[in-house]
């Protein structure tokens, strides 16, 4: 099935610190892409996987769970790892949930981790029918494009399988579990305004990491994909200067490029 256009993924060769991107859940690697492209044009090395059963139709999904999803991430990393000598993470949404396994799981191999808007479970009845439900009922209304900017739209999907759903719940239920094993430096930015992810889910997250290193950023004027809203720009500049305190050779001639 070919990927919607717009949807690829992304990777380009910088230096010496790298950088894995992580979209979220029906999403793809638009919602990230200009992110993604602020980071190489800095001179990193930057890689935005497509997660499986993601950018092409949502019965592409329906066949796929977290364990596909995170090894595809977990594969991006370990390349990553293996050419460039400091690497961090970010993730949106899902993409957040995915960030924060990998920080649990490989330490201090990830030097730090930025997430936007990170789920950490599925709110309201609905997921406790899921069990059952996924059985009967093949999709719900899709959550794509919640953005406050005018004009910007999210490449996702307008259904949900509720396979996949009931693969993430319980995917969300075991990061839970996992996060005080998080030790990196963590910058978290979250909307107060976001109909997917209640702040909730950051507060959750914020409450049982272990890092010690922790900012908050809120950003007021965006909702979910805020990374193609209005404090989209933010969000760049700050994950910017975040990795440049803690990797200092990044925009410094003939490092970060590796020239």
């Known amino acids: 099935m070919p990927v919607l256009p717009g949807a ?15 979209h979220g859940f029906t999403g793809s690697p638009q919602s990230l892409r200009p992110w993604a492209e602020y980071l190489a044009e800095r001179g990193l090395t930057v890689s935005l996987p497509l997660l499986p059963g993601h ?26 790892l293996e050419r460039c000598t400091r690497v961090f ?3 949106l949404s ?12 490989h330490g201090d191999a990830i030097s730090g981790i930025v997430l936007v808007n990170p789920a950490n479970k599925l709110h309201g009845l609905s997921p406790y029918a899921l ?17 406050a900017k005018p004009g910007s739209v999210e490449i996702g999907y307008d259904r949900v399988p509720l ?8 995917f969300f239920r075991m990061v839970d579990g996992e996060l005080p094993q998080v030790t990196q430096p963590l ?11 209640p702040p909730a889910d950051s507060a959750r997250v914020l409450s049982r990491v272990s890092s010690r290193d922790v900012t908050e950023i809120l950003l007021e004027q965006s909702y979910h994909v805020a990374t193609l809203d209005h404090d989209a ?14 990797a200092p050779s990044v925009g410094k001639e003939g490092t970060a490029t590796g020239g």
Do not use: N
Request: aromatic share 10%.
């Open 8 to 22: 690829e993924p992304f990777r380009h060769e910088g230096g010496e610190v790298g950088v894995l991107l992580c």
């Open 55 to 80: 950018g092409t139709r949502w019965e592409d999904m329906q066949a796929t769970g977290w364990q596909d999803w995170y090894a595809e991430v977990e594969r991006e990393l370990r390349g990553l």
């Open 89 to 91: 993470v970010f993730g």
């Open 94 to 105: 899902m993409g957040g949930t995915l960030t924060l396994r990998l920080a649990a799981k």
């Open 131 to 147: 069990p059952v439900a996924r059985h009967f009922v093949r999709t719900t209304k899709g959550i794509a494009s919640d953005i």
């Open 163 to 170: 396979h996949s759903a009931h693969s993430m719940r319980v």
């Open 187 to 197: 910058l978290l930015l979250h909307s107060p305004r976001d109909h997917v992810v």
């Open 233 to 246: 720009d933010r969000i760049f500049e700050e994950s910017y200067a975040f990795i440049g305190r803690l």
